[in-house]
């Protein structure tokens, strides 16, 4: 549990007033999340999610708000932000932007089935092909991305590491970036991040790493997140053909994107190896925080490049 910003029932009733929400009932924080402050909020008028948002600045808001807002516009199953009374997508509160959010059915994944890789895989190929309407805004340069992470983190590294993550940034620079279809991105899919009513997905959440990217590489966070069980240490190939193949039933992958496809499932390994080992190495301070162990993602990218 991540809770960063402590808020008082007394603040947050005064926060809800800027919304036609109705009044507050209750709160409490979630039991999950890394980087931002959440509550569930239930009001007279439903139940709702807020975040304060602790990962990214405000000027990169009205991108993601706007994202998700977008897909959810176009009946993509996703958790939609609140309007202020004002029109706006986010407000403040405690000297943090202040995110509401209708709260969906269903709840996160631990260990997906066959046939919830199967949805996953189809609802991110739509999510694509709707994010391709919108402009490639916020782009991350991810080999760039990498190894300027990775500069700092290098030193701390044994030997052993250090020649897996030399030899990962080269082959990320063999990728023909510029080349690859590009635009908005969730850029964070992991099985926590999609909410499930038995098979049935309830929709997307948390999209606060979103940017624009090849869509690519959001494939292969997800194939990864999806397929590879760090506790195991396997990979389960017949859930990444399944996830796959339900992908290209919507949007088919291109020759380029296809030739690519190994090289960027190890760049998506390589990114959430780095963001973990920099926040156990670089810690943030916080009430409650959850690290996680950068060790499961190292193995990922190990059995990638074995493979």
Request: charged share 20%; with cysteine; aromatic share 10%.
């Amino acid at each position: 549990m991540s809770i960063y910003t402590v808020v008082s029932h007394e603040q947050l009733e005064t926060y809800l007033s800027l919304y036609n929400v109705g009044t507050l009932q209750s709160f409490r924080g979630i039991e999950a999340g890394v980087e931002n402050t959440n509550y569930f909020v239930t009001t007279s008028h439903g139940e709702f999610v807020l975040t304060l948002v602790e990962s990214v600045g405000v000027e990169k808001l009205p991108f993601i708000l706007g994202f998700v807002d977008h897909l959810a516009s176009r009946g993509m199953e996703c958790a939609q932000p609140v309007h202020l009374n004002t029109g706006e997508l986010f407000g403040e509160l405690n000297d943090r932007p202040a995110v509401l959010m209708n709260r969906l059915a269903g709840g996160p994944l631990d260990i997906p089935t066959l046939g919830q890789c199967k949805s996953i895989g189809a609802a991110q190929a739509h999510a694509h092909q709707l994010a391709s309407e919108l402009p490639a805004d916020q782009y991350t340069h991810l080999h760039q991305w990498c190894t300027e992470t990775a500069a700092p983190i290098l030193e701390k590294l044994d030997a052993s590491q250090k020649d897996l993550l030399q030899h990962a940034l080269m082959d990320a620079g063999n990728i023909p970036w510029t080349n690859l279809p590009t635009g908005p991105v969730h850029a964070d899919l992991f099985p926590d991040n999609a909410l499930f009513d038995g098979e049935s997905l309830s929709g997307f959440i948390d999209f606060y790493h979103a940017c624009s990217a090849p869509y690519l590489y959001d494939l292969c966070v997800t194939l990864n997140a999806w397929c590879y069980d760090e506790e195991a240490g396997k990979y389960d190939q017949d859930k990444a053909d399944a996830l796959l193949a339900a992908y290209q039933a919507t949007r088919p992958l291109n020759e380029e994107e296809l030739q690519s496809l190994a090289a960027m499932q190890q760049v998506a390994a390589l990114r959430f190896w780095l963001s973990r080992l920099r926040d156990k190495l670089f810690p943030k301070e916080g009430e409650f925080i959850t690290v996680k162990d950068p060790v499961g993602k190292q193995s990922l990218l190990e059995t990638l490049r074995n493979a």
